[in-house]
């Protein structure tokens, strides 16, 4: 996961990339988790919420580390 | 409150030195602006930062945007850079202001972002794209850092805000409604279309904050909106009251039963104002009160209609009273028990749509346009080194304040901060940098001023100048990885600074100093016309858009000072708008013949409003007293009905309004 990503010929670190994935993810997590009334047993949903970024950011970065810079760089 | 502050001012302090250490550590370009990022974000309430960051990032990566298209094709042309430069500030403003809600920050930033970002760098255009990114890295840095913070150490959130500021203003309608009816003496302080009309505001604003909440805060945007309308109910009731009942006592025709009426209302809302939890005494089942007029041998017509009225009246206002603290409570805790038509409006409610100042919003982008454009002269034509400077903070500067009637002395204000900043800037910067090395030691020189500034925008009254004071400071200080002494460097970098927005301010004060009462009137027409082609077309009228509207005239008349100013009555507007809501719904509901009177006269009305917005008073009179007494003697002729006391109400209020001259006595001849 350490490099960088290039679009069009920016170099745009790949962890940046990952970030915003995740942040996206866990806007959509958290949507869900709050229509299932599940925050009502979180005692710091900010904690929770930060705490669930980097869960989804760890996973998405598995998840991508063989598809990782290294295919993506020019 | 101390310990809260202090909570604050610690969680912005780790912050701000949390962002100054990744900009170090990343081998930023302008550390610095992480720092006061920092503190633009800060905000005592955790949904307030999450939005601001989120909008701030957006708009700093349109503006960069914008100067990455306009820098390199026309760096060469530098009267053609500064008039892009120009109008791109003013189109942004333009369109910052007509959005009234926090999210206008964007716009704005969009604005002058392009300008920050693009002026700095026209000696040397291949670093644009450089600066961009930097910019937008440490924004970025900054806004992440401030999100967390206030996030993470025991934010406080927009849900018990709204709470506490709801609470508070039905407890004073409450004593204020008390006050009218016993003593009929107006409060003193700010009228009361202004009050209400603020905390319809600011409930708006807390609304838009909301959706940045932490995940534990429900959706309620649906309560709030009807909870807006009905408080926005409250004073045009009142006020119909009273003047009804002002005319009963005018004529020695108050019957003890009526003033039985007025009593209970008063004791309820005395009540209420004393309870130690206001929201626990919401009575969830809507009362059924008698609607018949108490006494049952009126003296004459007239009296039977005024009573019937103040009657009317007083039971709409206890009904939006018993809506509020129902709401209220229901914003508290969603599963309290609600009348079910009441929750099913709750569950429709559209949000309410906020009056849009287009002359204000474009004066203000031709007003920042011109001020870029002056500074930018001086620069060009006096090969004035650090004129991009002060070109950049005369955008700041008729961005920030543009939204008052008079901007003028808060940019003066701002110079002072400005002022302030940079004695404290220059000792750390001359006499304290050169002794120290290291991320540590800097942290720890700089950590007290960062507490205190933080502190300072925890106190609501030190907010302003603490921000301007953070922001001048750290950007005076223009931390950089490697540290240079120039003192000439720092005095004409300032100095450009203080400039920039004396052109401001300067170009404000020609150009658009709006006149408190002028504006009031222009705001008035706005809102008659809006009130004629509702009444037109039958549309639905909003009460709080309507309270929105008069809210703004009665602001600027407050702030003028003035008491009475000649064909300005909002209060008056307000209890039209509001009986003609009546009129209009009652319309809907009504047999075909009774449907058509008062449709009569709702057009009529509609009429007159439209001749009022253009400068004409009284043009239908005789067709318009026509209608309202047709209207008032079919209804009294048909079988007595809740809504039909509430629209004879709302005829005879209208006909008050209205007709001031044309007293009801006229009335019987028309119907016979």
Same mark, same amino acid.
């Given at each position: 996961m350490i490099g960088e990503a290039s679009i069009h010929g920016v170099f745009v670190p790949w962890l940046l990339i990952l970030a915003l994935a995740s942040f996206v993810a866990t806007q959509l997590v958290r949507r869900v988790l709050r229509r299932l009334g599940f925050y009502r047993v979180v005692w710091h949903a900010g904690l929770f919420d930060v705490a669930l970024f980097v869960i989804v950011l760890w996973l998405l970065t598995l998840g991508t580390a063989h598809i990782g810079p290294g295919s993506l760089r020019n | 409150m101390f310990s809260q502050r202090l909570v604050f001012a610690l969680a912005n302090t780790l912050a701000v030195l949390s962002a100054l250490y990744i900009a170090f550590a990343f081998d930023l370009e302008r550390p610095y602006w992480a720092v006061f990022s920092v503190f633009i974000v800060a905000a005592p309430v955790s949904g307030m930062v999450r939005s601001k960051a989120i909008y701030r990032w957006i708009g700093t990566i349109i503006g960069g945007a914008g100067a990455l298209l306009m820098i390199p094709p026309l760096v060469h042309s530098p009267e053609l850079l500064s008039l892009a430069m120009a109008l791109w500030v003013g189109f942004w403003l333009a369109i910052s202001l007509m959005d009234r809600t926090p999210r206008s920050y964007l716009a704005m930033l969009a604005g002058y972002t392009a300008a920050i970002v693009g002026l700095s760098v026209v000696d040397a255009p291949q670093a644009i794209f450089d600066t961009m990114v930097s910019r937008i890295e440490e924004i970025s840095i900054g806004i992440a850092c401030g999100a967390l913070a206030h996030s993470l150490f025991f934010p406080r959130s927009v849900a018990g805000e709204l709470d506490a500021r709801i609470e508070s203003t039905l407890r004073a309608s409450a004593r204020w409604i008390a006050a009218s009816l016993t003593e009929l003496a107006p409060p003193s302080g700010p009228s009361a279309p202004t009050r209400l009309s603020r905390v319809v505001g600011e409930i708006y604003t807390l609304n838009t904050h909301l959706a940045w909440e932490t995940s534990d805060v429900m959706p309620i945007g649906g309560t709030l909106s009807v909870l807006q309308d009905r408080l926005a109910s409250l004073l045009p009731a009142l006020s119909s009251a009273e003047r009804a009942i002002a005319a009963l006592r005018a004529s020695n025709a108050l019957t003890a039963p009526m003033q039985a009426a007025i009593d209970a209302t008063v004791d309820r809302t005395h009540g209420l104002a004393d309870a130690p939890d206001i929201l626990e005494e919401a009575r969830p089942a809507r009362s059924t009160r008698p609607? +018949?007029?108490?006494?049952?041998?009126?003296?004459t017509r007239w009296a039977h209609l005024h009573e019937q009225t103040a009657l009317a009246h007083l039971h709409e206002l206890d009904a939006a009273l018993d809506d509020c603290l129902v709401l209220a409570r229901a914003l508290r805790d969603p599963g309290a028990p609600m009348d079910a038509a009441l929750r099913r409006e709750a569950e429709s409610a559209r949000r309410v749509p906020l009056y849009r100042d287009v002359r204000l919003a474009l004066v203000s982008g031709v007003a920042a346009a011109a001020a870029v454009l002056v500074a930018c002269g001086l620069w060009i034509a006096g090969a004035w080194t650090e004129g991009g400077i002060a070109a950049q903070f005369a955008a700041i500067g008729c961005s920030f304040? +543009?939204?008052?009637?008079?901007p003028a002395p808060m940019i003066r204000s701002a110079i002072l901060g400005v002022l302030v900043a940079l004695p404290l800037a220059a000792l750390y910067e001359f006499a304290v940098f050169p002794g120290i090395d290291g991320f540590p030691v800097l942290a720890l020189v700089l950590a007290p001023v960062f507490l205190a500034l933080s502190y300072m925008q925890a106190v609501e009254k030190l907010a302003g100048s603490a921000l301007v004071i953070a922001v001048s400071f750290s950007g005076a200080l223009a931390l950089q990885e490697t540290y240079v002494a120039d003192f000439a460097a720092f005095v004409n970098i300032n100095l450009a600074e203080v400039a920039g927005l004396l052109i401001a301010m300067a170009v404000i004060l020609v150009g658009r100093t709006l006149d408190p009462i002028s504006s009031a009137r222009r705001i008035a027409r706005g809102a008659w016309r809006a009130i004629g082609r509702a009444a037109q077309r039958g549309a639905r009228l909003r009460p709080a858009h309507l309270l929105d509207c008069i809210g703004q005239v009665s602001m600027r008349l407050d702030a003028s000072g003035a008491r009475d100013v000649h064909a300005l009555n909002p209060l008056q507007d307000l209890r039209i708008g509001a009986n003609l809501a009546t009129v209009m719904s009652a319309e809907t509901n009504a047999r075909p013949d009774v449907a058509r009177r008062l449709r009569a006269v709702r057009e009529a009305i509609g009429a007159q409003y439209r001749a009022r917005s253009l400068g004409v008073r009284g043009v239908n009179d005789a067709t318009l007293a026509s209608a309202l007494d047709r209207g008032i003697g079919e209804l009294e002729a048909g079988p007595p009905q809740r809504h039909a006391s509430a629209t004879i109400a709302a005829l005879v209020s209208l006909r008050m309004d209205?007709?001031?001259?044309?007293?009801?006595?006229?009335l019987g001849a028309v119907i016979a």
């Open positions: - | 609607t +018949a007029p108490p006494s049952a041998t009126p003296t304040f +543009a939204r008052l009637d008079q209205l007709l001031p001259d044309r007293g009801l006595g006229g």
